[in-house]
């Protein structure tokens, strides 16, 4: 079974960085196929992809973020975590990590982002 | 990157109606690699359609999907009260992923 949870400050004040980190289980982020991502959402708005990794250490990031994102991963923990720089009030959102299987994409057996964290809320202020 | 356009914003139907949701895309999305998405409030995002219409495990089968290219469309047969909640499309066929806006299923 698949899970992912998310855990990192409830408060940052502006200019702050953020660190959260993603902690897994049911999977292994060294096996060929498997990637993890952060997505957020403002209180009362859309979801906002943010990044990815993937079993190779390649990395992908939103254009709108890019320049204060970082993601890594730590195989042996089963932990991806994000950094976003220079924060402010209008990153408040809640933020979650979901877990995708490309090679079960490639097989047409999945799709997209399967299986999510609880997420949690970051408050800029 | 890829921009998502869903449209209604917001639906308002009674239970038992069928609610036609579309998602489109500003380019060809590749290998119709579109999913959709169900959250209710407080809760996250639950994956219930991939690769454009193929059902997530445990999605009943009043949810069903189609299109390919730049549009898609997310219907549900009957709604239930179960339902009701906020759809996003997503695409994942190209490097950078994202979302659409979403769209609210409202009991009318």
């Known amino acids: 079974q698949i899970t992912l949870k998310e855990s990192g400050p409830t408060l940052v004040k502006p200019t702050q960085t953020l660190t959260v980190t993603c902690t897994f289980s049911g999977f292994s982020l060294s096996t060929h196929g498997v990637a993890v991502g952060w997505i957020r959402q403002p209180p009362g708005r859309a979801l906002e992809w943010l990044a990815l990794?993937?079993?190779?250490?390649?990395?992908r990031y939103s254009p709108s973020v890019k320049s204060r994102l970082t993601i890594t991963r730590d195989t042996s923990k089963n932990q991806v975590v994000l950094t976003m720089t220079n924060m402010d009030p209008v990153d408040t959102a809640t933020y979650y990590c979901?877990?995708?299987?490309?090679?079960?994409?490639?097989?047409?057996?999945?799709?997209?982002?399967?299986?999510w964290g609880q997420g949690t809320t970051v408050t800029v202020s | 990157e890829i921009v998502l356009t869903q449209s209604p914003g917001t639906l308002s139907l009674s239970p038992g109606e069928r609610a036609t949701l579309s998602c489109r895309a500003s380019e060809s999305v590749s290998s119709s690699y579109l999913a959709w998405y169900q959250q209710k409030p407080g809760q996250a995002p639950r994956l219930i359609m991939y690769?454009?219409?193929s059902r997530a495990t445990g999605i009943p089968d009043r949810f069903s999907g189609s299109g390919s290219g730049t549009d898609f469309t997310l219907t549900i047969s009957r709604l239930e009260p179960e339902d009701f909640a906020v759809y996003y499309c997503?695409?994942?066929?190209?490097?950078?992923?994202?979302f659409g806006q979403g769209t609210k299923v409202e009991i009318k």
């Open positions: 690769g454009a219409s």
């Open positions: 979901a877990h995708s299987d490309l090679v079960r994409v490639a097989e047409g057996r999945s799709g997209g982002m399967d299986v």
């Open positions: 997503q695409q994942y066929g190209s490097s950078l992923w994202t």
């Open positions: 990794i993937y079993w190779d250490d390649d990395k």
